[in-house]
């Protein structure tokens, strides 16, 4: 191999890594600017979102308890029978 073919395939190796290095770069640019936009809830916001999500999982979770522990009672007496 030449030495001008090996200079020129490590000159676009060299190309194919700063192109790709700019487009990770602009993605985390991207990231940054977006995350700019967002708006943010207070804290009295999270803490109340946050309260309300974990009250009704604990509601749905007594919900399932109950019906799971009704229906197997309902499923013994059916099988003693």
Do not use: H, Y
Request: glycine share 6%; charged share 25%.
């Amino acid at each position: 191999m030449s030495e001008n073919a090996r200079t020129s395939k490590l000159a676009a190796f060299g190309k194919k890594i700063t192109a790709a290095g700019k487009r990770v770069v602009r993605f985390f640019k991207d990231i940054r600017s977006e995350l700019k936009k967002v708006i943010w809830p207070s804290k009295e916001q999270l803490v109340k979102s946050t309260v309300s999500v974990l009250l009704i999982c604990l509601l749905i979770g007594a919900v399932i308890w109950i019906s799971d522990g009704l229906l197997g009672i309902l499923v013994e007496w059916t099988l003693k029978r």
